[in-house]
């Protein structure tokens, strides 16, 4: 038997294909497109060309404005950007031992708020009381928070801070009074009333805290904390 | 008028002719059968007279992507075939075709399929159940019933392999003869 398809141009050529076909007006429409293609781009409008040289006019003048402001705007000092850097990098382990202390100082005793840094081998620690504190409990309040720096310092084992980078060798204390506020980065703002210095070093051997206070001429106090 | 070959090689592209000239004498040759074939696939006349120009814009932009290893049939053929797939798949032709179903769904309340069947001769039927192919079948029958290709230049034209092209040949024939033997 024979296969119908193979019947299958000639029933479609004369069947639903007998009025499919390419008529003139679509072979000319066709030549048209491809005129099209090849013309050359029509020139453009002086409004063209005057939009367009206003335009990159205002964008290199943009950009050369730019430009200067971002010159003219002065780099930060090379030691502020040096003591940015160096407070970023506190050791781990000094890190650590601040954090304790903090937190020791707000939950066991009346202190509002402590900030404590390190520069170099140096720490410096701000303490804000509040208001309503006597003199003489600020200073007991402070040897407390020094004691307990040094108590975690000299429990910290040696070995283990090869990596972690130098331990305090002096402490800088700044006190300030100050009334209650829970925010610490408030501390680098408020006015002092009155305030001392002491200066310590830690015998890291002993595990002894040695402190001096070397400002408030009244009171020249030395101590030790063990 | 120039000759050229009807099937022409690398020498068609060599003949001296203006590039007007030669899409003008590949027009005299493939324009009823690049219309036909653009309408197997979209089975819309007009559609197929709109693809049938852009595959000739198409051959005049590309011609020098032309290769000799394959004859100018083939090549017209395979970018009708690609043109009318692009067209197939775009957004478009999607929104088009949901149109189209939605019109033909209110015309055929008039007649019923049975009735429909009844009133067509043997021929019809068949070229109506070719059409009604799946795509992937309907494509390889007509390349080679109704446009007469070998299975190699089928493959060419398809990007596919020869032995996929008579899978597909021997399936979409299957395919046909049980839906003519359901329709008797």
Wanted: glycine share 4%; charged share 30%; aromatic share 10%.
């Amino acid at each position: 038997m024979e296969d119908p398809l193979k019947q299958l141009p000639e029933i479609l050529n004369n069947g639903r294909m007998k009025n499919i076909s390419f008529k003139e007006e679509h072979r000319q429409k066709v030549l048209q497109k491809t005129r099209e293609l090849n013309r050359p781009p029509a020139p453009k409008s002086w409004l063209y060309h005057w939009f367009h040289q206003s335009l990159s006019l205002a964008l290199g003048v943009a950009f050369i404005f730019i430009f200067i402001q971002f010159a003219q705007s002065t780099p930060p000092k090379a030691d502020e950007q040096k003591d940015a850097v160096q407070m970023v990098k506190i050791p781990y382990a000094n890190q650590a031992i601040l954090t304790k202390a903090r937190h020791d100082m707000r939950n066991y005793h009346d202190v509002t708020g402590i900030d404590a840094y390190q520069k170099g081998d140096t720490l410096t620690v701000h303490i804000i009381f509040p208001d309503n504190l006597s003199r003489d409990d600020q200073i007991d309040l402070t040897k407390s928070y020094l004691k307990e720096v040094s108590h975690l310092t000299m429990n910290e084992p040696y070995e283990a801070q090869d990596y972690l980078g130098a331990l305090w060798n002096y402490v800088n204390v700044k006190v300030y009074t100050a009334g209650s506020t829970d925010d610490d980065m408030l501390a680098a703002r408020l006015q002092v009333e009155f305030g001392f210095d002491s200066l310590g070093s830690i015998d890291k051997k002993e595990g002894i805290l040695k402190w001096e206070r070397i400002s408030d001429n009244n009171q020249h106090l030395k101590g030790n904390v063990q | 008028m120039k000759i050229i070959p009807k099937t022409g090689g690398q020498e068609f592209f060599s003949q001296g002719l203006s590039q007007e000239e030669w899409l003008i004498q590949i027009m005299e040759l493939y324009e009823d059968k690049v219309i036909r074939l653009a309408y197997t696939y979209v089975k819309d006349r007009k559609l197929a007279e709109d693809l049938a120009q852009e595959v000739f814009v198409k051959c005049f932009v590309h011609k020098d992507n032309f290769r000799s290893e394959s004859s100018v049939k083939t090549w017209v053929y395979a970018i009708t075939v690609n043109l009318c797939k692009d067209y197939l798949r775009s957004g478009w032709k999607k929104y088009i075709h949901v149109i189209d179903r939605l019109g033909k769904s209110k015309q055929s309340s008039a007649m019923t399929p049975e009735l429909t069947i009844v009133q067509k001769s043997e021929h019809e039927a068949l070229a109506d159940e070719v059409l009604k192919l799946p795509l992937k079948y309907r494509e390889v029958i007509l390349l080679f019933y109704y446009k007469e290709l070998s299975v190699n230049e089928i493959s060419q034209i398809l990007h596919k392999k020869e032995p996929t092209i008579r899978t597909l040949l021997q399936r979409g024939r299957e395919m046909l003869r049980r839906k003519l033997e359901k329709g008797r």
